[in-house]
């Protein structure tokens, strides 16, 4: 297993206006381009909790004067959200992962649904037979399918209940 550390965020997390700035700037490169710009951007943003994992650059230069973009490499994260207008729901908005911590993401995500109290998880699959079938292996079932304009399947709306 690859060594890494995971960090839990949340919008009251030390340095959140950072990490949101990090994911905006390095996510679209740990998703290989699959997602948006402008939704990593937009989830960055409205995020109700997370984690993320990184690694830290070589250092050049002062420590101090550098950001968090510039200190560390993003390889993998998860953002979720809970709103309690829906309080027995949560949402995995994205999840982006460059070094195997994908499953210990969902699981982490999971478990704080759990810990919270929340009934089902969603999520909106791409278009894409293994990242379903990966999604299946971890227990999310598909119930609706999103299409976009010209017909052609979009997303995968599937759940798990917990
Ligand atoms: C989807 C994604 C997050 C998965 O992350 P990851 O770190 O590669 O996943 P993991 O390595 O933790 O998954 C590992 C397990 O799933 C299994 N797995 C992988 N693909 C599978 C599939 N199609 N069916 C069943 N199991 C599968 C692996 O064998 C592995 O099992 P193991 O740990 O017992 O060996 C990652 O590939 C990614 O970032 N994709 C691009 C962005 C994206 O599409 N995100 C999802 C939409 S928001």
């Known amino acids: ?11 009251s997390t030390p340095e959140i206006k950072q990490i949101r700035e990090l994911i905006k700037k390095q996510g679209d490169k740990v998703c290989k381009e699959s997602i948006s710009v402008e939704s990593i951007s937009k989830n960055a943003s409205t995020f109700t909790f997370g984690w993320i994992s990184v690694l830290q650059k070589a250092q050049l230069g002062r420590r101090s004067v550098k950001s968090l973009n510039d200190r560390f490499t993003l390889l993998s994260f998860v953002l979720c959200h809970y709103t309690p207008d829906t309080p027995d729901q949560v949402t995995i908005e994205i999840i982006c992962s460059t070094n195997k911590s994908g499953k210990l993401l969902m699981e982490l995500a999971e478990q704080k649904s759990i810990s919270m109290g929340i009934k089902r998880i969603y999520l909106n699959c791409l278009d894409n037979n293994n990242l379903k079938r990966w999604y299946e292996s971890l227990g999310y079932k598909h119930f609706t399918t999103i299409y976009s304009r010209q017909g052609v399947p979009k997303v995968y709306s599937m759940v798990k209940y917990l």
């Open 1 to 11: 297993m690859e060594n890494y550390d995971l960090t839990y965020i949340e919008p």
